[in-house]
Every structure is written in structure tokens, then in C-alpha cells.
């Protein structure tokens, strides 16, 4: 069996797991299918977080260029006098 201490559990990891054979042990073709699945679960899932972060990246340089170029921009009420709300 492959541990791996200190790192993410990678799909390539669920690949390689190799199990010690038992005489009244689990189907080996059916654990390995389920491995398979797992290991193509955790790809695709890997795919989605890069995607996900690769958008917030986006929409976090979006909003610091938005904010650069409305840093200065004072939108008030036109009945707004003293910086207060009329009452």
C-alpha cells in the first residue's frame, strides 16, 4: 500500500495502490475499478479547483482595476449637505 505523509492524495497515488492479497479477501478486479473511479473523481475535481481559482484570480484583478479607477470618485445625493443624509 502507497502512504503519502505530507502531501495531497493524488490520483496517480489511488493508480499505483497496490493491496497484499487474503484468501477470503475482496474482489481484486471490482476494489481496482473502484480505485479507477476515485483516482478519475479526484482529476476531475482538481481540474474544477484550477478552474476556480484561475476565475477568482480573474475577478480579483477585476475588481482592484475597478477600484483604482473609481478611487477617487465621490457619488453623493444631490440633496446631501455636511457629508450627511438629509432627515
Do not use: K
Not at 502512504?3 to 487474503?22: C, E, K, S
Not at 479477501?25 to 481559482?53: C, I, N, S
Request: with cysteine; glycine share 6%.
Amino acid at each position: 500500500m502507497i502512504y503519502v505523509t505530507g502531501n495531497r492524495l493524488q490520483a496517480h497515488h489511488v493508480r499505483a495502490a497496490a493491496f497484499v492479497m487474503r484468501w477470503r479477501g475482496l474482489d481484486p478486479a471490482q476494489v481496482y475499478d473502484y480505485l479507477g473511479r476515485v483516482a478519475d473523481e479526484l482529476d476531475r475535481l482538481r481540474r474544477e479547483l484550477t478552474t476556480a481559482h484561475t476565475e477568482a484570480e480573474r475577478i480579483r484583478q477585476a475588481l482592484r482595476q475597478w477600484q483604482s479607477r473609481h478611487r477617487n470618485c465621490r457619488h453623493g445625493d444631490p440633496g446631501e449637505s455636511n457629508g450627511r443624509w438629509p432627515r
